[in-house]
């Protein structure tokens, strides 16, 4: 298995630009989850989502959106990029089969840097 | 929603030494708390987790020990070593229906040699 897996590694955009920041995972997790982690601080949650076509806000979703067409993608939207989106993105992804399980699988990230 | 705080957000210790972080967590419905380890440019990693049903819990060099009735929640690592330098998360169970956890600031535990 691959696990939980982001592209792009890198990307630099200019103010006013969008784009979308792909995640995947081949584990056939229900659960997914968009993370941003500012320089020094811990991880906020962005989105996510219980399953196919079933999606819903976290902490920080201002200026972000998703969807979940499929159980294995879950694609970060950027519209019109802000100097404050800079950061690293973590995508990660949880199983369900029981109350206790809860162990989040995460993807390597994404540096952003909007200028 | 859940509240999750940790100390200190800065630990230097001398290889061999002990080194233990704390967090105390505001929703009394969480029920599982991971601890992450994250490298330096890496993606964070589960190293132990606890569920709110067992007081402590041991893999090794490392323990983890929770205190229902104050909140909180703590991460010893014993016989420390330069791998060990990294940043540590705490995290807990804010919303068990959606398995969403919420993560404290991190801790730099820096292990001198």
């Known amino acids: 298995n691959a696990g939980v897996t982001q592209t792009p590694k890198f990307r630099i955009l200019k103010i006013g630009q969008s784009m979308t920041l792909q995640c995947a995972q081949d584990?056939?997790?229900?659960?997914m989850y968009w993370y941003r982690q500012d320089p020094g601080m811990g991880l906020k949650l962005i989105y996510y989502?219980?399953?196919?076509?079933?999606?819903d806000k976290g902490e920080v979703p201002n200026g972000y959106n998703v969807s979940r067409s499929t159980t294995e993608d879950f694609p970060l939207r950027l519209e019109l990029a802000a100097p404050s989106q800079t950061s690293v993105y973590f995508c990660?992804?949880?199983?369900?089969?029981?109350?206790?399980?809860?162990?989040?699988?995460f993807g390597p990230g994404t540096r952003l840097t909007v200028t | 929603g859940e509240n999750v705080e940790q100390h200190p957000s800065t630990l230097s210790v001398q290889e061999g030494d002990s080194a233990v972080i704390k967090c105390t967590y505001s929703?009394?419905?969480?029920?599982?708390f991971p601890w992450y380890k994250q490298e330096l440019g890496k993606r964070p990693q589960l190293i132990i987790d606890?569920?709110?049903?067992?007081g402590e819990k041991k893999d090794q060099r490392i323990a983890v020990t929770l205190n229902k009735t104050a909140k909180h929640f703590s991460l010893h690592i014993t016989e420390t070593q330069p791998e060990d330098s990294a940043v540590y998360f705490c995290?807990?169970?804010?919303?068990?229906?959606?398995?969403?956890?919420?993560f404290g600031s991190g801790t730099q535990l820096t292990v001198l040699p």
């Open positions: 929703d009394s419905a969480s029920n599982y």
């Open positions: 606890i569920r709110s049903n067992v």
């Open positions: 990660a992804s949880s199983y369900s089969t029981g109350v206790w399980d809860y162990e989040q699988y």
């Open positions: 995290a807990a169970s804010g919303r068990p229906a959606v398995r969403q956890l919420t």
């Open positions: 584990m056939n997790h229900n659960y």
């Open positions: 989502s219980v399953g196919a076509g079933i999606t």
